[in-house]
């Protein structure tokens, strides 16, 4: 019982990685974990998502100005990516970098576009991520 | 403790760590308390200052008390930037041979400069690992040796023996 739920965690967490999902930060997280600290990388990662939420959020409000702050965009962003980049969210991590480019170059298409593509990533991530912190 | 900490009778550095972002707080902390250091995370360069006591109020506790042996500070902070915290710490002659190190997620170079010259002992790019965490403790620890036998002080990015000290993990 015990190997087959082993099993699970190992081709869960694989195909977090071949899918490109996850990058070697998170591999830097589990290495921290210990006995003192079993679970620091769901605390971690709970963590990101709770105060993801509200740059979300507030990204969310500031894409619906009009003219945009590309300025205000581009630091709610810088915020968001930091972060991802913290746990090794790496798809989301280049949803960002993209989202920036386009701030930088005032388009605001591209902008509300790629938020819409980084929200789709960032709610599957957390998909996989609750499953993955289920298995004991 | 845990894997790799130090032995009893060893000293235990004390790092100031300032980031607004609580998931990095919560990592460099991780980082710091395996490399055997004691900790205190700040969220702005503000209470990082009212912390070291070069914020307004001089009075309250004795400095000694709370020994700073290392800050690490993240450079983009809403408030006061990193790299203003910096200034603020090398200004005063109380603080200035505190060794501080920036974090930032944007390797530019015009950035690494600018902090190099205010006095930063070293520039970290994020996310930060165990390795450099552990480079820069060995490094001060080190340095606080020298300082005892009366050498002086040098830089990290200047020391060759810092290159060759990283951790296996």
């Not at chain 2, 009778?9 to 919560?26: F, I, P, T």
């Not at chain 2, 995370?41 to 912390?51: F, T």
Request: with cysteine; charged share 30%.
């Amino acid at each position: 019982m015990e190997r087959n739920l082993h099993k699970q965690l190992g081709n869960m967490k694989k195909s977090l990685f071949d899918q490109g999902y996850l990058d070697e930060q998170f591999i830097q997280l589990e290495e921290l974990q210990d006995e003192a600290n079993p679970n620091f990388v769901e605390e971690v990662v709970t963590l990101y998502y709770r105060d993801s939420a509200r740059l979300i959020q507030n990204i969310e409000q500031t894409l619906e100005n009009n003219p945009l702050d590309f300025a205000k965009l581009d630091n709610y962003m810088h915020q968001f990516k930091g972060s991802s980049c913290s746990i090794g969210a790496k798809k989301l991590k280049n949803e960002c970098t993209q989202f920036r480019e386009h701030c930088k170059t005032g388009n605001g298409d591209g902008c509300k576009r790629t938020f819409q593509q980084l929200k789709k990533e960032y709610a599957a991530l957390k998909k996989k991520l609750e499953h993955y912190f289920q298995v004991p | 403790m845990g894997r790799d900490c130090c032995s009893s009778g060893a000293q235990e550095l004390h790092v100031l760590a300032v980031d607004d972002s609580h998931v990095d707080r919560k990592v460099i902390e991780k980082l710091l308390k395996i490399s055997c250091c004691k900790v205190t995370a700040v969220e702005s360069g503000r209470r990082a200052l009212q912390y070291l006591g070069l914020d307004g109020d001089k009075s309250s506790v004795g400095f000694d008390e709370l020994k700073v042996n290392l800050i690490m500070t993240d450079y983009s902070m809403p408030g006061m930037t990193g790299y203003e915290l910096l200034k603020e710490i090398k200004g005063s002659s109380r603080l200035r041979g505190i060794p501080v190190v920036i974090m930032s997620s944007e390797n530019m170079l015009a950035r690494i400069d600018r902090c190099m010259e205010e006095g930063a002992d070293e520039f970290l790019v994020k996310p930060v690992k165990l390795s450099d965490v552990k480079r820069l403790t060995n490094f001060i620890l080190r340095g606080d040796e020298a300082n005892q036998m009366g050498s002086s002080k040098r830089k990290l990015w200047d020391d060759p023996c810092s290159w060759f000290t990283t951790s296996c993990s």
